[in-house]
T-cell receptor, first 113, second 113 residues
Framework: AQSVTQPDIHITVSEGASLELRCNYS??????LFWYVQSPGQGLQLLLK??????LVQGIKGFEAEFKRSQSSFNLRKPSVHWSDAAEYFC???????????FGTGTRLTIIP | DAGITQSPRHKVTETGTPVTLRCHQT?????MYWYRQDPGHGLRLIHY???????DKGEVSDGYSVSRSKTEDFLLTLESATSSQTSVYFC????????????FGSGTQLSVL
């Protein structure tokens, strides 16, 4: 069975500070990994994805994520957060030919001035 | 972004009544999905479709049925709504299985009293 764990339910950071959101996955084959962002009252938007190759992937809005197979992790990072980054962030796992995408429980990010 | 709309956006209904939620996409995507979002659970897959008249169950399919008679429309039906089905429902679509990104609708807030 495939699963995703996001251990942090809620994170608060100051504007301009760095950010790291944690994601651990379980998948029986080579995983495809995703980070999605959800602004209040909206659907989800893809930030970035990893299929293969370079383990550090760049996404939109200045986000990046690093795939670490040995740790089954795919953590999301941003060097300097902006107030507009306040949202809920979801990590997800799937795989080649796998029609089902499994999401984590999400991490809510609050930005303080 | 992809044109994907959900209707209604909000609905209040009574226990035991049937409810149908509609998802409409204009991108000719082959795959469509229904998720529910609940606090502490993230997004959980209810049903999905991989083509017209081709559907399959997700992890929380009990009490729900779906139909897809046209590429652009994917209906989710609660045959007899229960309070446990109070949730936010999201539709998503994509051209390929999880090796491509999903486009999400803005959600339907359903309250079952």
């Amino acid at each position: 069975a495939q699963s995703v764990t996001q251990p942090d339910i809620h994170i608060t950071v100051s504007e301009g500070a760095s950010l790291e959101l944690r994601c651990n996955y379980s998948y029986g084959a080579t995983p495809y990994l995703f980070w999605y962002v959800q602004s209040p009252g909206q659907g989800l938007q893809l930030l970035l994805k990893y299929f293969s190759g370079d383990t550090l992937v760049q996404g939109i809005k200045g986000f990046e994520a690093e795939f670490k197979r040995s740790q089954s992790s795919f953590n999301l990072r941003k060097p300097s957060v902006h107030w507009s980054d306040a949202a809920e962030y979801f990590c997800a796992v799937g795989g080649f030919g796998n029609e089902k995408l499994t999401f984590g429980t999400g991490t809510r990010l609050t930005i303080i001035p | 972004d992809a044109g994907i709309t959900q209707s209604p956006r909000h609905k209040v209904t009574e226990t035991g009544t049937p409810v149908t939620l509609r998802c409409h996409q204009t991108e000719n995507h082959r795959y469509m999905y229904w998720y529910r979002q609940d606090p502490g659970h993230g997004l959980r897959l209810i049903h999905y479709s991989y083509g017209v008249k081709d559907t399959d169950k997700g992890e929380v399919s009990d009490g729900y049925s779906v139909s897809r008679s046209k590429t652009e429309d994917f209906l989710l039906t609660l045959e007899s709504a229960t309070s446990s089905q109070t949730s936010v429902y999201f539709c998503a679509s994509g051209q390929a299985p999880t090796n491509e990104k999903l486009f999400f609708g803005s959600g339907t807030q359903l309250s079952v009293l």
